[in-house]
């Protein structure tokens, strides 16, 4: 990625969010959610997450607690951004496409990952079913933030979860296979 490409990246967050030296005017936090009732916030349980098989790095049992028996529908973003890649702008990217699947029936929750500093980060988001999720994919916002991040990454794998709570007991089933990619990355 060449210096031109990384201030382009920077100059597509409206000047109204760009902070000093171009990083968005609001503060980076560690995580960024959005959530519709009756869940409650889903949190790391352990600084790994990133790296762990999608049942064990959160507190899924009390995130569910208030939830009855049900199925959803759960899309897992996993990726390395790659040593030139600019965290601020694809934290920008994740919170549109937050906000972007936010507006589309069946959304239940979006957890926004920081990257670890190894540049893992994973990213998720929770929906009513499959065939809502397939529709929110296809927003035109969505699609251009995914797109726009792209080339930021080392690597990325999109995993996809049937999610079940059967009897108070909440299940994680790993469906068709991911979608991924790799690049090499030029010093």
């Not at 694809?90 to 972007?100: I, K, V």
Request: contains cysteine; hydrophobic residues 40%; proline residues 7%.
């Amino acid at each position: 990625m060449t210096n031109a490409q990384l201030g382009n990246a920077q100059a597509a967050i409206p000047a109204g969010e760009r902070g000093a030296g171009g990083v968005p005017a609001h503060e980076v936090v560690p995580h960024i959610s959005r959530i519709a009732p009756p869940f409650r916030p889903i949190l790391e349980s352990d600084p790994a997450y990133s790296e762990l098989p999608i049942a064990e790095g959160f507190n899924w049992t009390e995130a569910f607690a208030q939830v009855g028996d049900g199925e959803w529908y759960l899309v897992a973003f996993r990726s390395r951004h790659a040593p030139y890649a600019d965290d601020a702008y694809l934290t920008w990217l994740d919170e549109r496409a937050s906000d972007a699947a936010s507006r589309h029936p069946g959304f239940m929750y979006y957890f926004i990952g920081s990257p670890r500093p190894n540049g893992n980060c994973l990213s998720f988001c929770l929906w009513r079913s499959r065939e809502e999720a397939v529709a929110a994919a296809s927003d035109p916002e969505h699609r251009e933030a995914m797109e726009s991040g792209l080339p930021f990454f080392a690597h990325y794998r999109l995993e996809r979860y049937r999610v079940d709570k059967r009897e108070g007991v909440l299940a994680f089933h790993a469906l068709e296979s991911a979608v991924s990619s790799a690049r090499s990355h030029a010093a």
